[in-house]
C-alpha cells in the first residue's frame, strides 16, 4: 500500500486477554517503530526495529509488552495479560532513514481494556 | 531525561490571526521536529530543523531553532480552520537510534 497500515483500527478487550496489533510498513522501510500515545499526551517510544531485529526496546513497559518483525516487513505488537492501563491508541510508524528522516505513521490502533 | 515542554496545551483562535507555540527544553537535541495531528490519524512531519539559530517557512508556517538547539517555536500567520489540529515537536533521545522524544503537544482550533 502507499502508507502505514495498522489492524485492527479498534480493539476492545477485557482486563487479562491476550491482544496483537498489526503495522504494514510502507514498502522498502527498513526502520520500524511502534509509540503508544494516551489521551492528552504526545506518543512515548515503546520498540524500533532495523530490518528483523529489535535495535532498541528500551520503551517497553514491562514483560507483559512484546513484538516482532520476523521477515522484516509486518511487525506484530503482543500484549499479554492486558491491564486498564494499556488503554491507548498504539502507533507503528515506518523510515527508510534515521530519526532525522521522515517517520511515516499509520492511523493508529485504538485499544480498550475493559 | 530529555523532555520537551510545549506551550500553551490549548489555543483557540478566530481565523485571520496569527499566532506562535513553543517548544523548549533544558536539554540540546541535535535536531527538532514538528508534526501535525489530526484526530484519528497519525502525526505528520511538517518541517525538521538541525542547525541552531535555523529558520524553515513552510508557506503560512515559520519554524525556528533556537541557538543553543534547546527550543523551537513555529509561527503561523493569518490562521485557517484548515490549521486545526495537535502540533507536536519531537527530537531524537541522545545516543538512542530509535526514540523520538515528543512533546505533549499544542491543541489549535482555528474557528472561521
Known amino acids: 500500500g502507499a502508507g502505514v497500515s495498522q489492524t485492527p483500527s479498534n480493539k476492545v478487550t477485557e482486563k487479562g486477554k491476550y491482544v496483537e496489533l498489526r503495522c504494514d510498513p510502507i514498502s522498502g522501510h527498513t526502520a520500524l517503530y511502534w509509540y503508544r500515545q494516551s489521551l492528552g499526551q504526545g506518543p512515548e517510544f515503546l520498540i524500533y526495529?532495523?530490518?528483523?531485529?529489535?535495535?532498541?526496546d528500551s520503551g517497553l513497559p514491562n514483560d507483559r509488552f512484546f513484538a516482532v518483525r520476523p521477515e522484516g516487513s509486518v511487525s506484530t505488537l503482543k500484549i499479554q495479560r492486558t491491564e486498564r492501563g494499556d488503554s491507548a491508541v498504539y502507533l507503528c510508524?515506518?523510515?527508510?532513514?534515521?530519526?532525522?528522516?521522515?517517520?511515516?505513521f499509520g492511523e493508529g490502533s485504538r485499544l480498550t481494556v475493559l | 531525561t530529555q523532555l520537551l515542554e510545549q506551550s500553551p496545551q490549548f489555543l483557540s483562535i478566530q481565523e485571520g490571526e496569527n499566532l506562535t507555540v513553543y517548544c523548549n527544553s533544558s536539554?540540546?537535541?541535535?535536531?527538532l521536529q514538528w508534526y501535525r495531528q489530526e484526530p484519528g490519524e497519525g502525526p505528520v512531519l511538517l518541517v525538521t530543523?538541525?542547525?541552531?539559530?535555523e529558520v524553515k517557512k513552510l508557506k503560512r508556517l515559520t519554524f525556528q531553532f533556537g541557538d543553543a538547539r534547546k527550543d523551537s517555536s513555529l509561527h503561523i500567520t493569518a490562521a485557517q480552520p484548515g490549521d486545526t489540529g495537535l502540533y507536536l515537536c519531537a527530537g531524537p533521545e541522545w545516543g538512542s537510534q530509535g526514540n523520538l522524544i515528543f512533546g505533549k503537544g499544542t491543541k489549535l482550533s482555528v474557528k472561521p
Open positions: 510508524a515506518s523510515s527508510s532513514g534515521g530519526l532525522t528522516g521522515e517517520l511515516f
Open positions: 536539554s540540546v537535541f541535535s535536531s
Open positions: 526495529f532495523q530490518g528483523t531485529g529489535a535495535a532498541d
Open positions: 530543523v538541525v542547525t541552531g539559530g
